[in-house]
């Protein structure tokens, strides 16, 4: 199952970025549920139900899909975050471009967990100044065009 997860994670995600903004510097991927343990029982975070089907690849979440996330770093868009680019102008990018199932930034070069799934509910979470959630099902701006965002974008 990591290996039908991952497939799909690299075909239908991670190889359209590299086409699209060059390498993508891949920070984390696959994690067993063995070390997610380990690290949750040690109060490092992350536990197995809540990455079942995320950074467990060959573990289905919790509504029974497939799934599998990578935390990524795109260096051409990261060097304009340190500038002071808008992450969400890449979030909603991705949203509009690519079949995301949920997206996460972090403050640290606008690194992102990026999931596919083959249930994607199309979330996008942040870390980032205005904590909290960008978009989900049910949102007004969940659908339609959000190319304002990036009409500049490389």
Same mark, same amino acid.
């Given at each position: 199952?990591?290996?039908?997860?991952?497939?799909? @994670?690299?075909?239908?995600?991670?190889?359209?970025?590299?086409?699209?903004?060059?390498?993508?510097?891949?920070? %984390?991927?696959?994690? %067993?549920?063995?070390?997610?343990?380990?690290?949750?029982?040690?109060?490092?975070?992350? %536990?197995?139900?809540?990455?079942?089907?995320?950074?467990?690849?060959?573990?289905?979440?919790?509504?029974?899909?497939?799934?599998?996330?990578?935390?990524?770093?795109?260096?051409?868009?990261?060097?304009?975050?340190?500038?002071?680019?808008?992450?969400?102008?890449?979030?909603?990018?991705?949203?509009?471009?690519?079949?995301?199932?949920? @997206?996460?930034?972090?403050?640290?070069?606008?690194?992102?967990?990026? @999931?596919?799934?083959?249930?994607?509910?199309?979330?996008?979470?942040?870390?980032?100044?205005?904590?909290?959630? @960008?978009?989900?099902?049910?949102?007004?701006?969940?659908?339609?065009?959000?190319?304002?965002?990036?009409?500049?974008?490389?």
């Amino acid at each position: 199952m990591a290996i039908e997860t991952g497939t799909q @994670l690299c075909e239908e995600l991670l190889e359209p970025l590299q086409t699209r903004f060059g390498r993508v510097a891949i920070r %984390s991927g696959y994690r %067993s549920a063995k070390v997610t343990a380990f690290g949750n029982a040690r109060r490092h975070g992350a %536990s197995v139900r809540f990455n079942a089907g995320y950074h467990i690849w060959d573990m289905l979440d919790g509504d029974g899909q497939k799934g599998a996330a990578a935390c990524v770093v795109i260096p051409r868009f990261a060097d304009r975050y340190v500038e002071g680019a808008d992450w969400r102008t890449l979030a909603w990018w991705i949203h509009d471009h690519l079949p995301h199932a949920h @997206l996460g930034f972090y403050p640290k070069l606008c690194a992102f967990n990026i @999931l596919w799934s083959e249930a994607p509910k199309r979330r996008i979470d942040s870390f980032i100044a205005r904590r909290g959630c @960008l978009t989900k099902f049910g949102m007004d701006n969940h659908a339609g065009d959000h190319s304002d965002w990036y009409l500049n974008f490389p």
